[in-house]
């Protein structure tokens, strides 16, 4: 499996209740980042967590990074039918020229 | 600030033409990045460059991919040849300082080989 895989592969909420996606990599990184695409658009950078830090905050978005377990997460709250997209995490490794994507988590948000 | 811009959106070539996308960085980025994403899968790294450098192409196929940033003008992805499995979406990124702002990616360039 390659680096940076998110859990679960699709969620599908009711508008207003929380959305969690998990992340998993595997080597020692520099930070961690999270994007959101909408279909058939390109990506929109949402947050960036640095390897020194744990948790991240903007707006609605709640990031956590745990480097022991090479895991982090990202929660939406009070979800909104516009949230629906999908969402990858990229880890830039150090000294590394690239960010090495999962595969994402399809969201979909019911209004 | 356009952000950064890429064009085509869309392009359509037969098999064995040449397909040219085009990506301008955000103003004051001197860094570029392709990727290339296939239906439903994340993006893979291809080739980063800077102005008339190309710094890391570990991501490119070995033959029929070939990219440029030059002093002046677009960075240009090229691909000579094109078969049916070069359809996939090509992004482009670009930053400032990646280590605190990441990356901003543009709309892509959807080729379609027929």
């Given at each position: 499996s390659q680096q940076g895989e998110e859990d679960p592969q699709a969620l599908s909420i009711q508008e207003g209740e929380n959305a969690t996606m998990n992340c998993s990599y595997k080597t020692s990184i520099n930070n961690l980042q999270w994007y959101r695409q909408n279909s058939g658009r390109g990506l929109v950078h949402l947050i960036l967590i640095r390897s020194n830090e744990r948790e991240k905050h903007s707006g609605r978005l709640r990031v956590t990074l745990d480097t022991s377990k090479k895991s982090s997460s990202l929660l939406i709250t009070a979800?909104?039918?516009?949230?629906t997209a999908s969402y990858f995490c990229a880890t830039d490794a150090n000294q590394g020229n690239k960010l090495v994507f999962g595969a994402g988590t399809i969201l979909r948000v019911k209004s | 600030n356009a952000g950064v811009m890429q064009n085509p959106r869309h392009l359509v070539r037969r098999r064995g033409q040449e397909a040219r996308l085009r990506c301008s960085p955000m103003k004051g980025h001197s860094h570029v990045y392709w990727y290339r994403q296939l239906p439903e899968e994340g993006l893979k790294f291809m080739v980063y460059l800077q102005k008339e450098n190309?710094?890391?192409?570990?991501?490119?196929?070995?033959?029929?991919f070939s990219a440029e940033f030059p002093k002046e003008g677009p960075s240009i992805l090229r691909i000579q040849?094109?078969?049916?499995?070069?359809?996939a979406a090509y992004f482009c990124a670009s930053s400032q300082n990646r280590d605190t702002y990441g990356y901003t990616f543009g709309s892509g360039t959807r080729l379609t080989v027929v």
């Open positions: 979800s909104r039918a516009a949230d | 190309i710094i890391d192409e570990s991501g490119m196929p070995k033959e029929r040849q094109v078969v049916r499995g070069d359809s």
